[in-house]
């Protein structure tokens, strides 16, 4: 059983800064990919930021240039730093580990909101 505990998510206005943390039961490195998604009421689900094993990131175009996704593979955990924020990122965020299986955190809701 994989645990993921999302942290940091909140109201903040537009231009501003939030940064979202993950927190993995197991070793991160133990996946294939860790990312962050984000879904709006009547929406699907969308990737926003992942980090693959080898390290290497991928971003949706959206959020190219003011989203950042790390990893602190000591403390087994995944970030996004989100900066110069926009009322339309406003979302409920989850972190998603993958595998074999896909493993989902319990979300956190980013409102940006002047």
């Known amino acids: 059983q994989v645990q993921l505990v999302e942290s940091g998510g909140g109201l903040v206005q537009p231009g501003g800064s939030l940064r979202l943390s993950c927190a993995a039961s197991?070793?991160?490195?133990?996946?294939?990919?860790m990312g962050w998604y984000r879904q709006a009421p009547g929406k699907q689900r969308e990737l926003v930021a992942r980090?693959?094993?080898?390290?290497?990131?991928e971003y949706v175009d959206s959020v190219k240039g003011r989203f950042t996704i790390s990893r602190d593979n000591a403390k087994n955990t995944v970030d996004l730093q989100m900066n110069s924020l926009k009322p339309e990122d406003t979302h409920v965020y989850y972190c998603?580990?993958?595998?074999?299986?896909?493993?989902w955190g319990q979300g956190t809701q980013v409102t940006v909101s002047s």
């Open positions: 980090i693959i094993r080898s390290g290497r990131t």
């Open positions: 197991r070793s991160i490195l133990s996946f294939y990919a």
């Open positions: 998603n580990a993958a595998d074999s299986g896909s493993y």
